[in-house]
């Protein structure tokens, strides 16, 4: 499979959310947090839209939601991530374990994604991933495969303030399993707040290390749905 050309194809399709202001209904307001949805083309189940703003400039936005190392000391929806294959310094493959969630009701699941990030002009930054089929991570027993359908983060500058950044992210997970629609859809916009929320305290204590630092099973994780 030419990972590098669907990094990209799913980067540009991030950017075609962004760009897409039309469906779009609000499900969510808290804590400076707006969580909207709309249908998903990819499969029955909504794409989410959640928007911030996140003090910290968009080139270590970018970097941090990226990066693998102490992923799981802020994310609260993850058990485990391990960058299972390296293709270059700002692409890989991850395998992720997310915590069960909804006091149980919906159990961990794991994924395989595809992540990368891309600079585009106007300083903004796209982390972007997608699940992928690896033949040395097949689906086991111990849980159920989830799917991420194009996902990711656009970070952008706030020019009143560049301290800041705009974080837009979007959510497409297909749970699988016999999960009924109801309860992931009653359930998943406050998670994606306590996602963002956990961001914005992750990132006022975690250092940002270069890019180029991480490693192979460093473990992290890249914005698992619970």
């Known amino acids: 499979m030419d990972y590098k050309a669907l990094a990209q194809q799913t980067a540009q399709e991030i950017l075609g959310y962004y760009q897409d202001t039309s469906g779009w209904k609000v499900v969510k307001n808290s804590k ?6 709309k249908a998903s083309k990819k499969f029955h189940g909504n794409l989410y839209r959640v928007e911030g703003m996140i003090p910290e400039s968009t080139s270590k936005l970018s970097d941090f939601l990226f990066k693998p190392q102490n992923r799981v000391t802020w994310d609260k ?9 390296k293709i270059d310094s700002d692409t890989f493959i991850c395998h992720t374990i997310t915590q069960s969630f909804a006091m149980g009701s919906i159990s961990p699941r794991d994924f395989i ?3 990368s990030l891309k600079h585009y002009e106007g300083n903004m930054d796209v982390v972007s991933a997608t699940s992928v ?8 027993s111990s849980y159920i495969r989830g799917y991420n359908h194009a996902c990711g983060y656009i970070c952008l500058p706030v020019q009143e303030n560049p301290a800041y950044s705009k974080l837009v992210m979007f959510v497409q997970t297909e749970m ?6 109801s309860i992931i859809e009653a359930t998943m916009p406050s998670n994606l707040v306590s996602f963002m929320l956990n961001v914005k305290d ?3 204590t975690q250092k940002i290390p270069s890019r180029h630092g991480y490693h192979h099973n460093g473990h992290s994780s890249f914005l698992k749905k619970k």
Do not use: C, E
Not at 32 to 37: D, E
Not at 77 to 85: A, D, G, P, Q, T
């Open 133 to 140: 089929d690896f033949p040395a991570y097949p689906p086991s």
């Open 113 to 115: 994604d595809l992540v």
């Open 32 to 37: 400076k947090i707006t969580v909207s949805s």
């Open 176 to 181: 699988r399993g016999k999960l009924a629609p």
């Open 77 to 85: 929806s993850l058990k485990m991530y391990n960058i299972v294959l």
């Open 202 to 204: 992750g990132i006022k």
